[in-house]
């Protein structure tokens, strides 16, 4: 259980270009998804927090505008980089909170990631 | 806000040594966790490890929460250990705090 997907595993776009990102829970729900972002040989960076039917909360210094999150429901989270340039390529990774686990471990579970290079 | 050091932040083994990976947090907690991230960069779950000593084959996971630091054992290193570990920790109903991570390569 508590499986969580993200398409596309990786995308090559040009300059100027827009991706989406999808995140899944795929066996749970989750009221709150968030997004992370890597650099090669970092740790990683929350960028925001993503709660199910309500603006997203961005993290300090995470352009709102260039990073578009939307949680429509409660299994899916959606990552839009707009107008990408060669600095947003980067390893994006997602998770979720499963919300049905209360009194149980308080965690997050993480998707695959996404490897997105802007040309 | 809190602060995680890992230590050390690469190690490089030959296959069958033991190792000992440790996270260190600034504030108390009451959750943390280990993580592997392997060379395609997903992250699995190694360890919920709060308090306490836990085992799991060849890796095991201690927590001295009143002391703010945690201990990754690996045992027996196989080349498909390598990859970063990373600790996790956080007050619950908030945001994880990762450490830097430590890089493991482990040599055939």
Known sequence: ?119 | GIQVEQSPPDLILQEGANSTLRCNFSDSVNNLQWFHQNPWGQLINLFYIPSGTKQNGRLSATTVATERYSLLYISSSQTTDSGVYFCAVWLSGQNFVFGPGTRLSVLP
């Not at chain 1, 100027?16 to 990102?21: F, H, P, Q």
């Not at chain 1, 603006?55 to 990552?79: P, R």
Request: hydrophobic share 35%.
């Open chain 1, 1 to 119: 259980g508590a499986v969580v997907s993200q398409h596309p595993s990786r995308v090559i776009c040009k300059s100027g270009t827009s991706v989406k990102i999808e995140c899944r829970s795929l066996d749970f729900q989750a009221t709150t998804m968030f997004w992370y972002r890597q650099f090669p040989k970092k740790s990683l960076m929350l960028m925001a927090t993503s709660n199910e039917g309500s603006k997203a909360t961005y993290e300090q210094g995470v352009e709102k505008d260039k990073f578009l999150i939307n949680h429509a429901s409660l299994t899916l989270s959606t990552l839009t980089v707009t107008s990408a340039h060669p600095e947003d390529s980067s390893f994006y990774i997602c998770s979720a909170r499963d919300i049905y686990r209360q009194g149980l471990i308080d965690t997050q579970y993480f998707g695959p990631g996404t490897r997105l290079t802007v040309l």
